[in-house]
């Protein structure tokens, strides 16, 4: 299955991402870094085996009334 995981870099997204990955799913990772380290992505490499394609998105905010 194809899983977003928002905040997957932070402490509770990270080892979700893990045992997602662990149980052969694609994990994809949305994080904008406000509270974690992109360092955190070679860690998840090491413990998964997997090597990580980043990609770069800008968001801006919607705001509606
Ligand atoms: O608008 C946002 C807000 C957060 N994040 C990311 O979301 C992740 C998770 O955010 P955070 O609120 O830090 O949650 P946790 O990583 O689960 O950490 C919380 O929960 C841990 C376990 O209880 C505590 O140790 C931490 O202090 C506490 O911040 C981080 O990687 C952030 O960079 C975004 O991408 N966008």
Redesign the pocket.
Known sequence: MNILV????????SHTAVKLIKNNHKVII???????KVEILEKLSTITGIKSTDYYVTLKPIFCF
């Open positions: 928002t905040g997957g870099l932070g402490f509770i997204g949305a994080d904008n870094l406000v509270n974690a």
